[in-house]
């Protein structure tokens, strides 16, 4: 069975820190990429930053880059998400997803989602 879980995720300041998990089970890490998006209420699901099966080429929205970190360690099966410098306009639900079709920043080429972890970034 396939899974993802997110954990990781809270209530920080501005300008704090968190770091975000994504475990992977049921065979589905190796060879696949994998990405953070985030939902905001009442808005779409957006892409936050990919990283390729390898980790050799990764890829940021513009509104993470310089803040955020994406990595993984696939001898462990988990991706991380390093999150500095947060801001309020940071607060969402944040999944992480697998993908083994391209196209990292489209949410529809995603083959796997996790449940979700919530992010709160006060002013």
């Known amino acids: 069975q396939v899974q993802l879980v997110e954990s990781g995720g809270g209530l920080v300041q501005a300008g704090g820190s968190l770091r975000l998990s994504c475990a992977a089970s049921g065979g589905i890490f190796g060879g696949y990429a994998m990405g953070w998006f985030r939902q905001a209420p009442g808005k779409e699901r957006e892409f936050v930053t990919a990283i390729t099966w390898s980790g050799a080429a990764t890829y940021y929205a513009d509104s993470v880059k310089g803040r955020f970190t994406i990595s993984r360690d696939n001898a462990e099966n988990t991706m991380y998400l390093q999150m500095n410098t947060l801001k309020p306009e940071d607060t969402a639900v944040y999944y992480c997803?697998?993908?083994?079709?391209?196209?990292?920043?489209?949410?529809?080429?995603?083959?796997?989602w996790g449940q979700g972890t919530q992010v709160t970034v006060s002013a």
């Open positions: 997803g697998a993908n083994n079709r391209g196209y990292y920043r489209n949410p529809l080429h995603y083959n796997y």
